[in-house]
């Protein structure tokens, strides 16, 4: 059963996009022809494709086929480009969605951009997500490529290990004299205001099991922020697991301490990516590969360092 690329690529845009409006204009046709040819995919398929909701999702049955479009679109743009020709500078760059987490992408993974080759020409499509749940944009086919936490291969895609990311539990010195005076033990913690950057954000709580095997719920701060989440360590807000990249200069400063000095999480970064032959995400991995092995540590110590 043949496939139109037109359909397909209305698909793949509404999903990009998030509305039939939007993909109608990077297309440059009407909301109604975006409609009519996603409802004969639909047909062709027997599947419903796209929720439409706002903004519009892949449904399951969508999903499976969101990857195929972005690789088809990825390795139909880098044929064009290899074939070169009077009117290639007029092609667009090649996009490519990323899932990083945000500790990453505030410290080492922006030289990732500096390594990168001029060519091929890259739109890259950033996607922040905790290196916890990263994984599954992959198995959604929504992104290209991923720094997660978890080892394990996913279907179609290769994984290498990057290094180990190393969080301290920090705050203010006078927090620390307030909350901890008499040092670290479970009943301080479980009192003791505590910052997280989201829902997802599991560090505190496993530091605390390092601790303790009680199911300690302290007052939690919700701080979606990087440079925020540190800064309010700092004023002392609350405290809360932040990568050695950005505490150990606050802790020479005297702006954070340690709350347990000795004691760290080291969290294991992996490189997830498509196993496909392309140019693009070949460079991506390279740059990738050699940031990581400069800027994270390469390998995990004991938790009592």
């Known amino acids: 059963m043949k496939i139109d690329n037109a359909q397909l690529a209305a698909f793949a845009m509404v999903v990009r996009e998030g509305s ?18 996603i409802k004969l995919l639909e047909e062709r398929l027997g599947q419903v494709l796209i929720r439409r909701a706002t903004p519009c999702q892949a449904t399951d049955a969508g ?19 290899t074939l070169g020709g009077a009117d290639t500078t007029l092609q667009a760059p090649l996009r490519m969605p990323i899932a990083v987490n945000a500790d990453s992408l505030e410290s080492w993974f922006l030289a990732v951009f500096d390594a990168m080759p001029a060519e091929p020409a890259i739109s890259v499509d950033l996607r922040v997500e905790d ?33 180990v990311m190393r969080y301290l539990a920090v705050s203010s010195p006078a ?14 913690l479980g009192s003791a205001p505590m910052l997280r950057f989201n829902l997802k954000d599991a560090l505190q709580q496993q530091f605390i099991a390092l601790f303790t095997t009680d199911a300690l719920q302290p007052p939690t701060h919700m701080v979606p922020s990087v440079h925020g989440f540190i800064a309010l360590a700092q004023r002392g807000l609350g405290w809360g697991m932040v990568p050695e990249h950005f505490a150990l200069p606050a802790i020479a400063a005297g702006d954070l301490v340690e709350i347990a000095p000795g004691r760290h999480l080291d969290v294991p970064l992996h490189w997830h990516r ?20 400069h800027a994270l540590r390469q390998h995990a110590r004991g938790i009592t360092g």
């Open 274 to 293: 498509w196993r496909l032959g392309s140019q693009a995400l070949h460079a991506l991995t390279s740059a990738v590969r050699t940031v990581a092995r």
């Open 20 to 37: 039939f409006e939007a993909a109608a204009r990077k297309l440059h046709v009407t909301p109604s022809a975006v409609s009519q040819r």
């Open 63 to 81: 999903k499976t086929l969101v990857r195929y479009t972005e690789e088809l679109a990825l390795l139909e743009a880098e044929m064009l480009g």
């Open 175 to 188: 927090y620390v004299a307030c909350h901890f005076p008499a040092g670290m033990d479970a009943a301080a």
């Open 131 to 163: 290196q916890d749940h990263s994984a599954a944009l992959l198995r959604e086919g929504t992104v290209m490529a991923a720094v997660s936490a978890s080892p394990a291969a996913i279907q179609g895609c290769t994984v290498e290990p990057l290094g």
